[in-house]
């Protein structure tokens, strides 16, 4: 568990690092160039670099963890990636049972593979589940997200690549859109943006834009943070309500 630079949570908690490529939005992995970095650097969690590896002994973080957290689980993995086995992800649903004055978010690019894995388990009560929805043709991943009893569905739409379309936000409570980072980063327009910003609007659905990436407003590429999380001049990252502690 570390805290992390992801606006829209607090921490991380990472059981199972390492993955391989899914679809579009994996080109440009962010957590693989971080996994060779570390490993690079001698870090011993990372010393089979993006090698999908199980960290049993991070199953007991949480219950050190006294005030409450919003913690990411397995940012620098898939928890429904092939390779992780069913009983190791029933450890890590019932660490998330076991510790009720936390809320933790847990997110997907493998939609099919965790509504197969749901099909017969409940979703703990503080734990949000999501999918990853970066370009129209994966917008079936909304669908399974449905399928899927959990307190709050949310999409992170990041990183944004084309124009989505109409979406059906039946069921959703919570959108996150960012555009990519890193040297080989693809551009995102405003317009997507704002498109999906329209739709979370008139749903009544909490909209949180992170952050522009490699690429600004104006088409013009340059650091992250030069480009910044402006949108329409407003810093829009708004948030679900979290019944644990409002």
């Known amino acids: 568990m570390k805290k992390t630079k992801i606006d829209w949570t607090k921490q991380t908690w990472n059981l199972v690092t390492g993955c391989t490529k899914h679809s579009a939005g994996c080109a440009n992995c962010y957590a693989l160039v971080i996994a060779e970095r570390l490993k690079a650097m001698g ?28 913690v990411f689980v397995c940012s620098m993995s898939d928890p429904f990636h092939k390779d992780v086995p069913k009983d190791f992800i029933d450890k890590i649903l019932k660490v998330i ?15 099919g593979e965790m509504v197969a894995y749901f099909k017969d388990r409940d979703v703990p009560s503080n734990l949000w589940v999501g999918v990853t929805v970066e370009n129209a043709d ?5 669908d399974c997200l449905r ?12 990183p ?7 979406l059906d936000l039946t069921g959703i409570n919570w959108i996150i859109v960012g555009g990519e980072s890193g040297k080989n980063a693809r551009p995102m327009a405003e317009t997507w943006v704002l498109d999906i910003k329209r ?23 340059r650091s992250v943070k030069a480009n910044g999380k402006l949108l329409q001049g407003k810093i829009v990252q708004n948030m679900p309500k979290d019944n644990i502690t409002e």
């Open 138 to 142: 994966v917008k079936h991943r909304i």
């Open 43 to 70: 870090n011993a969690k990372y010393a089979n670099g993006f090698k999908l590896t199980l960290h049993p002994k991070a199953l007991d973080e949480p219950y050190t963890w006294k005030k409450h957290r919003k």
């Open 160 to 166: 944004l690549l084309g124009e989505l379309g109409d």
């Open 147 to 158: 399928e899927v009893a959990t307190p709050k569905r949310f999409l992170s739409i990041e």
């Open 97 to 111: 049972e076991d510790n009720p004055q936390h809320t933790f978010q847990m997110l997907t690019k493998r939609a």
């Open 199 to 221: 739709q979370a609007d008139a749903n009544g659905i909490p909209f949180f834009f992170k952050q522009w990436g490699a690429w600004g407003r104006d088409g013009v590429k």
